[in-house]
């Protein structure tokens, strides 16, 4: 067993489902679509497309959901054939006035929707985990979001890093994500993209699978 190199990197993808204002969520069709999509352009070596859920649009609500998802990452994660540090999460949300993508480097321990979340839950100035302290506090991803936004523009993408992931859903998870993959010594990534009328389904897909590649190979 020893003989086969770098271990392989493992990334597990989310999108979400439609919310109130967008009716089509184009993170769920990238999610969705991510395998078939990979199998027939081909990964690279140590390169491992994970699971591949469509979570719902809402926070507190849809937590039990959210844990299950993470949790199933680490299911054999101390086996031979998989290490931990290999684990990465990517979660796609929609940001429906965008124009380009965004690699989010930080979310923020606030939960302010600005309308209710699909199960009608519309917190203002709430800390999102209480024990973390306050709404101010923010937890930052340990993936060098500088290196990958860098990388894919170099690929020919529109690509921005971003310091404000919003106050909603999109925040949400990604907060509760960060501190799922600090407390289990995995990694974890918000990327932010556009409506389909802005840059179309093809080149979203070609985006998240080079971020796959791009990921792997800044943590191999």
């Known amino acids: 067993m020893g003989s086969e190199g770098p271990a392989a990197v493992t ?7 439609k919310f109130h204002g967008v009716s089509e969520n184009p993170t769920e069709t990238i999610v969705s679509n991510l395998k078939e999509y990979t199998e027939k352009k081909g990964l690279p070596k140590g ?4 699971s591949c859920s469509v979570l719902e649009t809402a926070g507190q609500g849809a937590l039990p959901q959210l ?35 965004a690699v ?11 309308c209710p979340d699909e199960m009608g839950w519309k917190p203002q100035k709430v800390p999102i985990i209480p024990a973390d302290g306050g709404i101010s506090r923010v937890r930052e ?20 890093t971003s310091d ?7 925040n949400y998870v990604y907060y509760h994500s960060l501190r799922f993959a600090e407390q289990n010594g995995i990694k974890s990534l918000f990327v932010h993209v556009p409506l389909f009328l802005t840059i179309d389904e093809e080149t979203q897909m070609k985006f998240a699978a080079s971020l796959l590649v791009v990921l792997a190979s800044l943590c191999q």
């Open 11 to 17: 990334i597990h993808v989310t999108g979400f489902k």
């Open 47 to 50: 390169v491992i497309l994970g």
């Open 67 to 101: 844990y299950q998802t993470l949790q199933s990452a680490l299911t054999g994660k101390d086996s031979e054939s998989s290490c931990s540090g290999r684990i990465i999460w990517v979660h796609f949300g929609v940001n429906s006035g965008a124009s380009r993508f």
């Open 104 to 114: 989010e480097r930080q979310a923020a321990n606030e939960a302010t929707f600005r």
């Open 141 to 160: 991803t340990s993936l060098p979001v500088e290196e990958i936004t860098k990388a894919l523009a170099k690929k020919g993408f529109e690509v921005m």
């Open 164 to 170: 404000d992931a919003g106050r909603f859903v999109c």
